[in-house]
């Protein structure tokens, strides 16, 4: 049915009508009063967003440009990275410091799997030298629905003393609190088409510093990405490069409407939203590919078993225009994952369950009491 | 008055109505058939309007990120390059050179005044080891209003026959002819907020087959600008990473309005208002920055004497919402930009030279006939 889809994939994620309005807003110049007036409303927002008081970078790119400035911004070439990998974006980042020439260490897991802490306290604690430079995770790990214990591994990077930490919080950022100043996280990565609310195009970067310590002697190349640039612009509410001034008014709006809702109540649904999701799946008898000491509370992977899973994708867009996401690289056809991240509502949550239920029978998977996945995420949801 | 601007500087341009409308549309997701086919039609869309069948390749970024690709995806650390330098963006991409070690060697010209090809043609034929790897020319200077003989200059490279052509076409493209493949441009980087009617979000980079040679052993570091990871995906309707999908979707009517108005007719357009804007300018005794032989049809710079560039600026915004370029860098104060790049019509120039002129006369300047200047545009106009 025309118009009618349903994103329920981790990004592009559902737009608020109001956001999807001020897009289509005229635009201003960028080298206007009326611009840096915005400008300023909308780094004023995004510090509260990351809860901090460190600078709050504005790219036009995608996560994967505000990683790269993340990572390219505070290193040279040859110094030592420990980069945790158990995913398709983990993977990405250890690819970044290959390409840049930094010695690359990769702390791995298996997919589907978290990050263990105790191998950072390892390599940390060992290198008495400190030559490690930083540490690169990915908080929430898009490609299987693991959430790393971020706070613990942090905590041996604190231990250590010199090593920067450089956070992937593409999936995280306004699905979980990622508290900046609390933990001492030295740069921090997003992307607009993820909790924001907003369409993709924008990116993020903040910046503590101790990181803007380390700018000074860094040198690696750069330039478009040179964040030293955007910090000295940002200070006088402006940016280095012509902004897309469009999706700054959609930022606008939706960091106010994140605002009415609250950091706690956002944080709460997203939980909510996850184990309801979860609840239902095992209802459904559904494997889970992530253990729920590490789900993220931004998608839930799973690995059906008796029925297939590009099968459920494919008749549950058809039928229902609702969009799940496949696996990525060597999980391709083996999970689907649901994104339950930004602008989603726990009645998205039954439809798509609904809808599910529909599907399994339609394509002959009879291991599940019609209406029990259903029923089981409607208690969650009125009861958490 | 609210909502009343009028954009009549060199970026962001004047955004059609049809188009605003396509970018509040909800997004879709970038891995489905339905954006591969947006993707598939824009390419085509972009090809016709580079008058190419090279690879024509598009990121999330503004126009110095596609220079910036245009650039590092062909070069390795040490590479001799000429850069021509004749104003704020010349200048800007022998900064990108020296921020990736290239040997940089600058072909300067005063501001306000083009490059001479001769220059070019003397250091060309000079380098009879063939040691210069790239030659990088803007091509409509924005800062200056005044355009490069990019033809001229590219017959020089053509005739040295190992250096790469590397244009900035970020104001030039869909003003004028850039006739990518009877020229044989090797590079020619651009961007969404100029000749395209959309909004900034977009770069554009079109690339030669002899430029891919290049690529294969090019060096420079790089990831997010990697362009042979949008060729790659692009030859599927896919990219590297998460694209603006509701800029696509913008930029798909807008090459459908350019289609409809026809390449000969849109640069025709282009001519015209700038021939009426400059007699215009003649009219009202108001000093051309730029030559008549080097002038712009994307936009004109005016020096005016005997009454200030900013007070001229600052009233045409506040009595009329009509918004000027200033000048940039050392012409900060000594100039005033008037865009007539994409969306404008005859009727906007009537409307900003008429608002000039009533500007002009209360700010006590009265060396011009009230009404000199719009009655030559009118002429200019009618009979162009």
Redesign the interface.
């Known amino acids: 049915m025309q118009?009618k889809?349903m994103?329920m994939?981790p990004?592009?994620t559902?737009?608020p009508e109001s956001v999807?309005?001020s897009?289509?807003?005229?635009?201003?110049?960028?080298?206007?009063g009326d611009f840096s007036e915005i400008m300023a409303a909308v780094t004023a927002g995004l510090k509260w967003l990351h809860q901090t008081t460190n600078d709050v970078l504005i790219l036009?790119?995608?996560?994967?440009?505000a990683m790269?400035a993340g990572i390219i911004n505070f290193l040279s070439a040859g110094d030592r990275v420990l980069v945790g990998c158990n995913g398709k974006f983990g993977d990405r980042w250890g690819?970044?410091c290959d390409?840049?020439?930094l010695k690359t260490e990769r702390i791995t897991a298996p997919w589907g799997q978290p990050l263990n802490p105790d191998d950072f306290k390892a390599a940390l604690e060992a290198d008495t030298a400190k030559t490690i430079k930083a540490v690169i995770i990915t908080h929430s790990e898009t490609s299987t629905g693991v959430i790393n214990d971020l706070e613990a591994i942090n905590r041996h990077v604190k231990a250590h003393g010199q090593a920067l930490i450089i956070v992937d919080a593409v999936t995280s950022l306004g699905a979980v609190s990622v508290p900046i100043d609390e933990w001492g996280l030295d740069v921090v990565g997003s992307?607009s088409?993820k909790g924001y609310m907003i369409?993709?195009?924008l990116a993020f970067v903040s910046v503590s510093p101790k990181a803007w310590e380390a700018y000074k002697t860094a040198t690696?190349?750069?330039?478009?990405?040179?964040l030293g640039k955007y910090r000295k612009d940002a200070a006088k509410n402006t940016t280095p490069?012509?902004?897309?001034?469009?999706?700054f008014f959609a930022l606008k709006t939706a960091l106010e409407m994140m605002q009415a809702e609250g950091l706690e109540n956002i944080f709460a649904r997203h939980q909510r939203l996850m184990q309801a999701t979860r609840a239902a799946m095992k209802a459904l008898n559904l494997p889970l590919y992530a253990p729920d000491h590490c789900a993220s509370p931004a998608i839930t992977a799973v690995a059906p078993q008796g029925v297939e899973a590009e099968k459920i994708r494919s008749l549950m867009k058809k039928r229902f225009d609702i969009?799940l996401?496949?696996g990525q690289d060597h999980l391709k056809g083996q999970i689907f994952r649901v994104g339950h991240l930004g602008f989603v509502s726990d009645r998205d949550i039954l439809a798509a369950i609904s809808a599910l239920e529909a599907v399994l029978g339609e394509l002959g998977y009879s291991n599940f009491s019609p209406g029990a996945g259903v029923a089981t995420a409607s208690r969650v949801l009125t009861t958490t």
């Open positions: 118009d889809s994103l994939i990004g592009p559902p737009v999807l309005l897009l289509s807003k005229h635009p201003i110049g960028h080298r206007s036009a790119a995608s996560g994967t440009g790269e690819e970044v390409a840049y020439g992307g088409q369409p993709p195009g690696l190349p750069k330039f478009y990405l040179d490069f012509t902004p897309p001034v469009n999706l969009a996401a496949g």
